[in-house]
């Protein structure tokens, strides 16, 4: 029986399970770095246990603090919430062999899916579809070049040491393959010390859909809906909403089943996310296999009604998940924006500092996720996402109306932040239309004027 | 009362706005007072005696909430020519190397750099923590058996 929960994260994250633990009567103990001792969640939590200095890895990411905290204080389970140690497989075998609960899965199912090929050769083989590419790196050019005629051209050229979307190369025919081969090459050797590349097939501007999973410890599995992420800037989520403008009902239903398939391929539990891309045509391809609660969460939370992080603690506690997929209903439309301090008239740079005035919107349909206050600090070390908005109602159209309504009334003095962005992409034509896919950022911000932004 | 009773009225009095608290039974008198949050209070450590004084913040190592100028609360701004040994990990902090043994260092201990102070237990392994200051030791500020957190101050130290 969970009686006291460690939450080994910070931010909103860190308040989101401070909250859904005070709501099933389970104990918190909140461990800190010292730039976070004035984090909201440290004083809300139950116990606080400092961990160490400012960076994350001087504490967040500092596994042996973390264990050690959790014994003196005595907790049954830790949260990774999301980053930091979540999806570090060593972390989660060292809490099973401390016989503390890690809330998430099996730590053999969080190593099956970090390493990229290994998770997709274990989808395909359960039918999944994934995207058509060599198995694993080219050994030669000439290698290279019957790979890509395999596929079919447009393909892109990956470094196998790559990510954030670093070390790309794509390319539309022969000609161009034989040039960008050799250029992916070297730039793999010098950015990442390895130039091993693998070849894969260029999906033009295709929709990140992801679906939620939810796993209990008795074998089942159900998937709770689509989100669809397409809006995003290198790599960056920014907007996320649920369902997709995009899916049809049979569409949701086929890849919804896919989901499954790969979550019981990993042999999974507890909550997880399975990525998809999706090209125009409704073709769709898994990419990859988050195994943790993602920072999106809310927008299925409001569409479906299921609060994920309490039904991530109960599975962890052992319960069976008390509905099925028949009950698992898509009733609203929900819409999330991340506020992060940034400025985007200045291409993001960064805005850390103190916040003056901190006014929330609120009202019917509207929640916010958020550590922050009127006087907080916001620490130079960690990410710089401040906040969530979502929205929810009815159908999209309010779901957006509500979303611009809210932005307007966000008030957040004394830093820089993306809201102006957000307010001014709920404005726009193409995203309203429910056009965007992920290559609507760099088009959208090529026509906006940046005034628009401030 | 037992332990768990008096736990009980100290959450009761943090959830309201209660005070004070005293009880009297047979042989037993305990009264308990809301430390006033316009005092500083220098120390967290209970008053000895029958008076048990409730800090604004549940332990002695986390800040009360957003204070004006952002930093932690609790004792004041170090005094001159005086310093601090502070835990470098998570675990239980021990005198000495065993329940037989001799603490290491006592109150008025001359220590060095490299002077042993005490032991930090964490996840089964006994870790020596070194002095790291030079001077002589005027405050023990925990425990033997104590759990210790990152940063808390355990010895202070009045340097040479």
């Given at each position: 029986m969970i009686q006291k929960v460690l939450i080994a994260n910070r931010g909103e994250i860190a308040l989101r399970i401070v909250r859904a633990c005070r709501e099933l009567g389970v104990k918190t103990l909140a461990v800190y770095s010292e730039a976070d001792v004035q984090s909201l969640h440290v004083q809300l939590a139950d116990e606080a246990i400092c961990i160490g200095g400012p960076r994350s890895a001087d504490s967040y990411l500092r596994a042996d603090?973390?264990?050690?905290?959790?014994?003196?204080?005595?907790?049954?389970a830790i949260h990774p919430g999301y980053g930091f140690?979540?999806?570090?497989?060593?972390?989660?075998?060292?809490?099973?062999?401390?016989?503390?609960?890690?809330?998430?899965?099996?730590s053999r199912s969080i190593k099956m899916m970090g390493d990229k090929s290994v998770a997709k050769d274990t989808v395909r083989k359960a039918g999944v579809p994934i995207v058509p590419g060599s198995d694993g790196p080219v050994e030669s050019e000439s290698e290279a070049v019957k790979t890509a005629r395999r596929i079919g051209y447009p393909v892109i050229i990956k470094a196998v040491a790559g990510g954030g979307g670093r070390g790309m190369r794509i390319a539309h025919n022969d000609v161009s393959f034989a040039k960008e081969y050799h250029v992916a090459r070297n730039e793999a050797e010098k950015a990442f010390g390895n130039g091993s590349v693998y070849i894969e097939k260029y999906i033009e501007k295709p929709r990140h859909i992801e679906f939620q999973i939810l796993a209990d410890s008795h074998g089942k599995i159900l998937h709770l809906g689509e989100r669809d992420c397409s809006v995003q800037r290198r790599h960056q989520k920014l907007i996320e909403e649920s369902p997709s403008p995009f899916l049809t009902p049979g569409l949701r239903k086929t890849m919804g089943k896919a989901a499954i398939k790969a979550a019981a391929a990993a042999d999974y539990e507890n909550a997880g996310t399975i990525e998809f891309l999706v090209d125009a045509k409704g073709n769709f391809y898994f990419i990859e296999m988050n195994t943790r609660i993602q920072v999106e969460h809310p927008?299925?939370?409001?569409?479906?009604?299921?609060?994920?992080?309490?039904?991530?603690i109960k599975i962890a506690n052992g319960e069976k998940l008390d509905f099925d997929q028949g009950d698992i209903k898509f009733e609203k439309h929900a819409i999330e924006c991340r506020i992060n301090a940034e400025d985007p008239a200045r291409n993001f740079t960064p805005s850390p500092g103190t916040i003056g005035l901190y006014y929330a919107p609120g009202g019917?349909?509207?929640?916010?996720?958020?550590?922050?206050?009127?006087?907080?600090?916001?620490?130079?070390?960690?990410?710089?996402?401040?906040?969530?908005?979502?929205?929810?109602?009815?159908?999209?159209?309010?779901?957006?109306?509500?979303?611009?309504?809210?932005?307007?009334?966000?008030?957040?003095?004394?830093?820089?932040?993306?809201?102006p962005l957000h307010k001014a992409i709920m404005s726009d034509p193409v995203f309203i239309e429910g056009k965007a896919t992920t290559g609507y950022m760099e088009e959208f911000m090529a026509r906006t004027p940046t005034d628009l932004f401030t | 009362m037992d332990l768990k009773q008096i736990k009980q009225?100290?959450?009761?009095?943090?959830?309201?706005d209660l005070t004070a608290f005293e009880v009297e039974e047979e042989g037993f008198k305990i009264k308990i007072k809301r430390g006033s949050d316009s005092l500083p209070i220098v120390n967290h450590r209970p008053v000895s005696g029958q008076y048990l004084e409730l800090p604004p913040a549940e332990s002695a190592a986390r800040a009360a909430p957003a204070a004006p100028n952002g930093t932690r609360s609790g004792p004041a701004a170090d005094e001159a020519g005086m310093t601090y040994i502070k835990s470098p990990m998570v675990g239980t902090f021990y005198r000495s190397s065993s329940p037989e043994s001799k603490s290491f260092i006592d109150l008025g201990a001359k220590v060095t750099e490299s002077t042993v102070v005490c032991i930090i237990e964490a996840m089964k392994i006994m870790n020596e923590i070194q002095s790291e200051a030079k001077g002589s030791v005027v405050e023990i500020l925990v425990e033997n058996g104590q759990p210790v957190e990152y940063g808390q101050r355990l010895f202070k130290v009045k340097q040479d």
């Open positions: 603090r973390i264990i050690s905290a959790a014994e003196i204080a005595d907790v049954d140690l979540s999806e570090n497989a060593k972390f989660a075998e060292q809490c099973e062999s401390c016989n503390i609960k890690f809330i998430g899965p099996k927008v299925t939370e409001e569409c479906t009604g299921i609060d994920l992080i309490k039904q991530q019917h349909g509207v929640r916010v996720d958020s550590h922050v206050y009127s006087g907080y600090s916001i620490p130079p070390y960690y990410d710089s996402m401040i906040g969530k908005l979502i929205t929810y109602g009815p159908n999209r159209k309010t779901a957006l109306e509500r979303m611009y309504r809210a932005l307007s009334e966000y008030l957040i003095r004394g830093i820089k932040t993306t809201i | 009225v100290i959450d009761l009095m943090k959830r309201s």
